[in-house]
């Protein structure tokens, strides 16, 4: 049941699928390589009122995080999602249910949906992170009055890349640390790990909040990846996040047997059933999620009750993206079960601009404001989204809905 039925909404006028390159100041090397350029995937909605819907597909450029690409997200959101999804209706939660028809396709998935999300919120005059209170423990039904208290700010972490030398790493822990910022993450890989997190550590001391972010680089099987994981284990770490294999939940559960420190799963978890299929095998005790990574904000709100349910640690998680991508993870993070420091730097520290603007910034105590404005609640840059352009589809609206 929903609370509007499509017939009573606005014709949708525009729907549009653009890739964007965004001006990546640095390359970002994790363990399953490194992004040298950033292109994303925006999909863009506007109802015969004027109302606009952003939401953002942020696959990578490459297929070494997950098989998802900026050009198969295209393709997908283009040819299949966003036909669909215009099919569905437009209610938030109907355009999710008519999405998972599609398998895996996540991000793609995502940015349609979230379309639709802000559309809503811009329609009914409110913040997306109101939106998402009044849809939270509904079980997908109407939307309502809120269920939750909301945050009006979130707290911060930064995810530092692998850079060429430890000196230059801890200097960025430093910078950041004086920042504020309420959590540091480390990108480790085979031979960049227990060095550069014990001097983490030494210089952040005992009680700052430090965790580390393998990508799925170390193999399981291997007696040398133990030896490892249990050196981090004694250096109290928030989590080690997704140490093993992106697939690999049965060796995720038998190290986490083995560890004091939480197991987080990142690549491991594309939906709420693996949450809950991870949770019931003990392949991890801390979960990061990423709207696009798990099919949308419909099934982030699944999420987000499961892990408060089970009282597991919850945090969002980063892809770079855009103001676009980043609005719509700052509104959930203002959700009560968001109880961990998210991926959150600001543009800047990422790119030469962003596509939103004002683009948010970290407060000196290490938080950022949750917008206050009705929809997106940060106003898209159409020239920049323009003078980046890669590629534009207009997919075609139909009348089915009038
Ligand atoms: O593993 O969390 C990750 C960026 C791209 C792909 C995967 C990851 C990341 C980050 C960046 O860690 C976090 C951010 O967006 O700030
Ligand atoms: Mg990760």
Redesign the pocket.
Known sequence: MSDTSARACPAIVLAEVLEVRLPLLKA?T?GFGT?ETRRIVLVHIVDEEGHEGWGEAAA?DHPY?LPETTSSAFALATEWALPLALRAGQEPFEVARALEVIRGNTFARAGVESAFWCLKASRMGCPLSELFARAVRTGRGAVGEAAVPLRSSIAAGE?IGMQTTIEETIAEVELRAGEGYRRI?L?IAPGWDLDVATAARRVLGEDAMLQV?A?GSYDGSDPATLEVMEGLDELGLACIE?PLSWDDLLGHAKLQERLKTPVCL?ESLRSPADVRRALELGACRNV?LKPGRVGGVAASLDIHDLCMSHEIPLWC?????SGVGRAVNIALCALPGFSEPA???PASVFYAWDIVEPAYEVDRDGTIAVPARAGLGFEVRADRVASQLVRRAVVEAGRSER
């Open positions: 970002f994790t992004t990578l995080y995810s993450k990108k972010d990508n997704q990142d990061n998680g980063g892809m770079l993206e991926d959150m730097s």
